[in-house]
């Protein structure tokens, strides 16, 4: 069964410092990797994917993420955190094959100004 | 383009009652999938419909139901309300049914059994 650790429940990052949010997971397969954010009370808005090719991944607002096999990880990470990237933090896998995403617990990420 | 919708956005039973949860993907999309949120937790999956029939089913109880009409909207179904189905329900839509295709969520519902 496919699975998803998110390590940490709280990263608190100063404003302009760089900011890294843990992810690692668990496929029988090939993974699809995913990273979503919300905000309180809302749904989830994509970020980015890793599908295959470059192991480093671009997705909005600046943010980007890492694939790594061998660790089995996808890090999220953002070179200078912005007070409004506090947020929950989702980190997802799927699969090849699987029609369903797995969720970790998420972060919160608290950017301190 | 609009992205995906739910309606309504609060809803509030008691238990033994049931409730009809609604959702329209976005245009073009062919895939829904329903998940759980309770709070402090990451989304669980309930189900995927796919071109009008279900897809993938997650570790729920008979209790919950779901169907996709011709146009792809979807309705989920939860009879028999419990205290523990408390949670914020998410609606996600993509263009396929399987692979590294993105999965888009609406705001979501926010149940609340008393």
Redesign the interface.
């Known amino acids: 069964a496919q699975s998803?650790a998110q390590p940490e429940d709280q990263v608190n990052v100063a404003e302009g410092n760089p900011l890294t949010v843990k992810c690692t997971y668990s496929v029988s397969g090939n993974p699809?990797l995913?990273w979503?954010v919300q905000y309180p009370?809302?749904?989830?808005?994509?970020l980015l994917?890793y599908?295959?090719g470059d192991n480093l991944v671009k997705g909005s607002y600046g943010f980007e993420a890492e694939f790594n096999k061998s660790q089995t990880s996808f890090h999220l990470k953002k070179p200078s955190a912005l007070v409004s990237d506090s947020a929950l933090y989702?980190c997802?896998v799927?699969d090849?094959?699987?029609?369903?995403?797995?969720?970790?617990?998420?972060n919160q990420v608290v950017v301190i100004p | 383009d609009a992205g995906v919708t739910q309606s309504p956005t609060h809803l509030i039973k008691t238990r033994g009652q049931h409730v009809t949860l609604r959702c329209s993907p976005i245009s073009g999309h062919k895939s829904v999938s329903w998940y759980q949120q309770v709070l402090g937790q990451g989304p669980q999956f309930i189900f995927q419909y796919y071109e009008k029939e279900e897809r993938g089913r997650g570790n729920f109880p008979d209790r919950f139901s779901a169907r996709q009409f011709p146009n792809y909207s979807s309705e989920l179904n939860v009879n028999a309300l419990l205290l523990g189905d408390s949670a914020l329900y998410l609606c996600a839509s993509s263009s396929y049914r399987t692979g590294g295709d993105t999965q888009y969520f609406g705001p979501g519902t926010r149940l609340t059994v008393l």
């Not at chain 1, 009370?41 to 994509?46: A, I, M, P, S, V």
């Open positions: 998803v699809y995913f979503y009370n809302r749904g989830l808005q994509f994917k599908i295959t989702f997802a799927r090849y094959g699987n029609n369903r995403l797995a969720f970790g617990k998420g």
